[in-house]
């Protein structure tokens, strides 16, 4: 995952300081909020000059303006890498250009829906999810966003998610799990004590932890389940092949979590019995014992059952008090990003 530093969070506003700094950390993107209505025009692209002076590091321009077309000239002249547009502050009737050298995108706030894509998914190359209040540093995540990321990675598989807002290393843990491509960090990192260990732990560590598991799971509407009762194991592979996801969860009459069919399982069954391939039987794919864990539990508590194991974990269901199925969390995006 990589991440865009927002360079006017910084309570050093020497410029030439921080991009050196940010330059030694080969950070991947610099961050510049443009609200047209707060910022001073000439100030702005007067420092986008002077950091392409400084630093090879591509720049990320968040515009917030009612006439973002005025300023199409200034990114095509300066070429600017990327550029996103706020669609909540356009006036205009806009369109998304075809710039040479700059990617774009478009950013929407917490409340608004995400089907406002569908208008611009032939012509941006990312979408921008604003988690805080846009151009404000220091603002707190919204968590309704952690279900519009899933939406996104569903509907539109080839539009790239970045996302703004209240960004820590928490944050940027659950960002990896969830296959966001790019986060914008602001005052959790140019404000930190060393911006070298707020960058490691962004993208590699988590510190402390808030968030319960039940805010960010894949919901059990969108898990790949089957009740034992009606199992078989034509049924379990088509579930495999349809959720993409490389297991099946089962459970009983009552919701009660009862054991999980992977790839590996079958497998593995396969390799048992392949004599007899079309005779083989469900119990004998099932795992039983397969890891769980509590949606009321946190991140920090996760990954202590995570460590605890000698094989890598790719996906955990995720059960209530009362055993019941509630989710599952999977980690194929976390484990590509470390990669």
Same mark, same amino acid.
């Given at each position: 995952?990589?991440?865009?530093?927002?360079?006017?969070?910084?309570?050093?506003?020497?410029?030439?300081?921080?991009?050196?700094?940010?330059?030694e950390?080969?950070?991947?993107?610099?961050?510049?909020?443009?609200?047209?209505?707060?910022?001073?025009?000439?100030?702005?692209?007067?420092?986008?000059?002077?950091?392409k002076s400084?630093?090879?590091?591509p720049?990320?321009?968040?515009?917030? #303006?009612?006439?973002?077309s005025?300023?199409?000239?200034? !990114?095509?002249?300066?070429?600017?890498?990327?550029?996103? @547009? %706020?669609y909540?502050?356009?006036?205009?009737?806009?369109?998304?250009?075809?710039f040479?050298?700059?990617?774009?995108?478009?950013?929407?706030?917490?409340?608004?829906?995400?089907?406002?894509?569908?208008?611009?998914?032939?012509?941006?190359?990312?979408?921008?999810?604003?988690?805080?209040?846009?151009?404000? #540093?220091?603002?707190?995540?919204?968590?309704?966003?952690?279900?519009?990321?899933?939406?996104?990675?569903?509907?539109y598989?080839?539009?790239?998610?970045?996302?703004?807002?209240?960004?820590?290393?928490?944050?940027?843990?659950?960002?990896?799990?969830?296959?966001? %491509?790019?986060? =914008?960090?602001?005052?959790?990192?140019?404000?930190?004590?060393?911006?070298?260990?707020a960058?490691?732990?962004l993208?590699?560590?988590? =510190?402390?932890?808030?968030?319960?598991l039940?805010?960010?799971?894949?919901?059990?509407e969108?898990?790949?389940?089957?009740?034992i %009762?009606?199992?078989?194991?034509?049924?379990?592979?088509?579930?495999?092949?349809?959720?993409?996801?490389?297991?099946?969860?089962?459970?009983?009459?009552?919701?009660?979590?009862?054991?999980?069919?992977?790839?590996?399982? !079958?497998?593995?069954?396969?390799?048992?019995?392949?004599?007899? @391939?079309?005779?083989?039987?469900?119990?004998?794919?099932?795992?039983?014992?397969?890891?769980?864990?509590?949606e009321?539990?946190?991140?920090?508590?996760?990954?202590?059952?995570? %460590?605890?194991?000698? @094989?890598?974990?790719?996906?955990?269901?995720i059960i209530?008090?009362?055993?019941?199925?509630?989710?599952?969390i999977?980690?194929?995006?976390?484990?590509?990003?470390?990669?």
């Amino acid at each position: 995952m990589k991440i865009s530093a927002s360079i006017y969070s910084s309570s050093n506003k020497n410029i030439e300081e921080n991009i050196r700094i940010l330059n030694e950390l080969n950070i991947d993107m610099i961050h510049i909020d443009f609200n047209d209505n707060k910022s001073d025009k000439e100030k702005i692209f007067s420092d986008i000059k002077k950091i392409k002076s400084l630093s090879s590091i591509p720049i990320d321009l968040h515009i917030i #303006s009612e006439n973002p077309s005025k300023y199409f000239n200034s !990114i095509n002249d300066l070429k600017i890498e990327f550029v996103t @547009f %706020q669609y909540e502050t356009i006036k205009e009737k806009f369109s998304i250009p075809n710039f040479k050298d700059t990617k774009t995108g478009i950013a929407i706030v917490s409340n608004t829906s995400i089907e406002i894509i569908e208008k611009y998914k032939n012509n941006i190359d990312f979408i921008l999810l604003m988690t805080t209040t846009p151009g404000e #540093s220091g603002g707190k995540f919204n968590t309704i966003n952690f279900k519009k990321i899933r939406e996104c990675r569903v509907k539109y598989p080839k539009i790239k998610i970045h996302v703004d807002g209240g960004i820590n290393d928490e944050l940027g843990f659950i960002m990896r799990i969830l296959g966001v %491509q790019a986060c =914008v960090s602001g005052s959790y990192l140019m404000n930190h004590k060393s911006i070298a260990s707020a960058l490691y732990v962004l993208k590699s560590s988590v =510190v402390h932890s808030e968030y319960i598991l039940k805010d960010f799971m894949i919901n059990l509407e969108e898990c790949p389940v089957i009740n034992i %009762q009606e199992s078989s194991v034509k049924k379990a592979l088509l579930t495999i092949e349809k959720y993409n996801l490389g297991f099946v969860m089962l459970t009983n009459d009552n919701g009660e979590y009862c054991g999980l069919i992977s790839n590996a399982d !079958i497998r593995k069954g396969i390799l048992n019995d392949f004599e007899n @391939f079309n005779k083989i039987e469900m119990g004998n794919l099932i795992n039983k014992k397969s890891i769980t864990i509590n949606e009321n539990s946190s991140i920090g508590e996760m990954l202590k059952i995570i %460590q605890k194991n000698d @094989f890598i974990i790719s996906f955990i269901p995720i059960i209530d008090n009362e055993k019941k199925l509630t989710g599952c969390i999977t980690f194929w995006d976390l484990i590509i990003s470390e990669s």
